[in-house]
Nanobody
Framework: QVHLVESGGGSVQAGGSLRLSCSAS????????MGWFRQAPGKEREGVAI????????WYYDPVKGRFTVSEDDAKTTIYLQMDSLESADTATYYC??????????????????????????????WGQGTQVTVSS
C-alpha cells in the first residue's frame, strides 16, 4: 500500500504562483512514477503532469506547459508542482497519483499527455485526497 498526502493549495490572484507538494508513505520503493491530476467543478478529472523515477522524465498536459513544473526530492518520496502564471482556468482540486508497475505508469502518462481522467485506484495506482487551488481574476 502507498499513502499519498497533498499540501500547498490555496487562493491566489491570476498571474500568481503556488507550489503543491505530495508526500508518499508506505511501500514507496514499489513506486515508479508520481503525478498530478486536477478536477474542476462540473468537469472530468484531467491529467496535469507526471514524473518517472529512475531518470526523472516528465510529461505535461499542453495547457500547462511552460507554466507548471513537476519535480521530486532526492528520496523520490515527495513530488512538487510549481505553478506559475496561474489562470482562472487552473482553479480545481489537485490530486496526486502514484503508479507501481510500468504499465500503470504508462496509463497515467497517457492520461497526462491527453488531459484524461486516468485509471481508478487499485493495487497498482494510488490517489491522494486532493488539495484545492483557487485562482481569482
Amino acid at each position: 500500500q502507498v499513502h499519498l498526502v497533498e499540501s500547498g493549495g490555496g487562493s491566489v490572484q491570476a498571474g500568481g504562483s503556488l507550489r503543491l507538494s505530495c508526500s508518499a508513505s508506505g511501500y514507496t520503493r514499489s513506486v515508479n512514477c508520481m503525478g498530478w491530476f486536477r478536477q474542476a467543478p462540473g468537469k472530468e478529472r484531467e491529467g496535469v503532469a507526471i514524473i518517472h523515477a529512475g531518470g526523472g522524465a516528465t510529461w505535461y498536459y499542453d495547457p500547462v506547459k511552460g507554466r507548471f513544473t513537476v519535480s521530486e526530492d532526492d528520496a523520490k518520496t515527495t513530488i512538487y508542482l510549481q505553478m506559475d502564471s496561474l489562470e482562472s482556468a487552473d482553479t480545481a482540486t489537485y490530486y496526486c497519483a502514484a503508479g507501481r508497475r510500468l504499465d500503470a505508469c504508462a496509463d497515467l502518462t497517457r492520461a497526462v499527455a491527453g488531459g484524461m481522467p486516468g485509471p481508478v485506484g487499485d493495487d497498482e495506482t494510488y490517489w491522494g485526497q486532493g488539495t484545492q487551488v483557487t485562482v481569482s481574476s
